[in-house]
């Protein structure tokens, strides 16, 4: 039962992915191809033969992702409720049980995509913050050339002062 | 030279411990960092104003700009220290959601 293995490491990384909310984005994508993986097995096996409509919407993720997996998702549990194979009943369930976690997690991580404060942290550092720091530090560093490059009657009493300043820093340093 | 460089380091440093606040699940090394970055953000305001009474005209100009800009980025660090501690953890929903 190659699907439901498939699952279960679909599963796994799912609660990799919702414990570091951070790596959402990239790893959204590997999940899906996974998930393609998982479905293309038990299609092989002929287990989910009619799932392929329904997967077609995949790529527009996650928007579309929703109405696809609804489809996929019905198709497949009408394939596995119907099953008249009593040998592969067990197998099947498994897959079941693995199919359901799968969307529990699914659903998480699409309430994480959209509650991801970690990424919304990292964007504002990146787009507001590190901008100014950069200019500070840039001005900072601008005006110590400038101090030293003054003649020395003008710039010694700015340098000392500035240097004075500088030399104990009113922060502890790490 | 090599001291006035250390005071360009404020600007690495406040970005740094932002990074790790964001990175940590540690409530303790939250607030030691909310601390570290209020301290940073204060000597960077200092050396600021000290430039603004500086015998400088052009660096006086600067700086004044920059103060401004330090003032407004008080407020972006305070939502990303706010972001940062919404940690939204697998089956817990964070406070007040």
Known sequence: MVGARQLDRVNARMQTLVDDVGKADNLNSALRIELLGAIRMEKNAALVGRTKPGLRSLPGWPTSMRNGWRTCSRSSKRQLDTSGDANQQADLDKFRNGWQLYRQSLNEVLKLAQANTNTRARRLLRDEVQPVADDLEAFFERTAVRLAEKPAAEGAANSAAWRHRCARPPWPRS | ?97
């Open chain 2, 1 to 97: 030279m090599a001291t006035s460089l250390r005071a360009a380091a404020l600007a690495s440093e406040l970005t740094n411990l932002l990074h790790r606040h964001v990175s940590s699940t540690d409530e303790t090394e939250m607030n030691e960092l909310d601390a570290r970055v209020r301290e940073v953000l204060e000597a960077a305001a200092a050396s600021l104003a000290d430039l603004k009474s500086a015998n400088d005209p052009s660096a006086q100009a600067e700086a004044l700009r920059l103060g401004a800009e330090v003032r407004k980025l008080k407020s972006q660090v305070a939502e990303i220290q706010r972001l940062s501690r919404e940690k939204y953890e697998f089956g817990r929903r964070p406070a007040g959601a």
